[in-house]
């Protein structure tokens, strides 16, 4: 109940304010940096399978066209491309890239293919990726063409 010459306050202090807003702040001080290290696991994550669908993607133009079919990649600049026609991807520069061929398929020092035949077989190889402390290998069976993932141990 009102009494007359007092009156009614609606909303909040400017000290309630500033409690709220200073919450938030440690609120998102802890939450930021957990938020840019998911964001690096996602772009990671994304890389690997990029990789591994152009690898498939590859394997399948060599079957469905029965021609010889080449997965390109330069370690150094951080791109691929999926069959010689193909559209040049690129991948982050905070990437690290290992490629693992034969040595008849090393078009550069830091260049090479991953050749797919008609039949499904390949001439194998594998691809590691590493992002910080994060390693995956993305592994290509030569005598199936099978692309498989998996991670990578120190002593492989």
Partial sequence: MLQSGKHCQNGFSLLELIIV?????????????NFARTLDGVRFKSAVREIASGLR?????????????????????????????GKTH???????LTLETSES???GPNQGNIRFFP????TGGRIILKWGNRKR????????????????NEDV
């Fill in 105 to 107: 398929e090393m078009t």
């Fill in 137 to 152: 290998r993305v592994d290509i069976n030569w005598l199936t063409g099978r692309v498989t993932l998996g991670d990578v």
């Fill in 57 to 85: 993607q590859t394997r399948g133009i060599a079957l469905s066209q029965t021609k010889e079919a080449v997965f390109f990649v330069d370690v150094e600049e951080r791109i691929y491309r999926v069959d010689q026609r």
């Fill in 119 to 122: 039949d499904g077989s390949s």
């Fill in 21 to 33: 807003m200073a919450i938030m702040a440690l609120g998102f001080a802890f939450v930021a940096p």
């Fill in 90 to 96: 690129s991948l982050p520069k905070s990437l690290e």
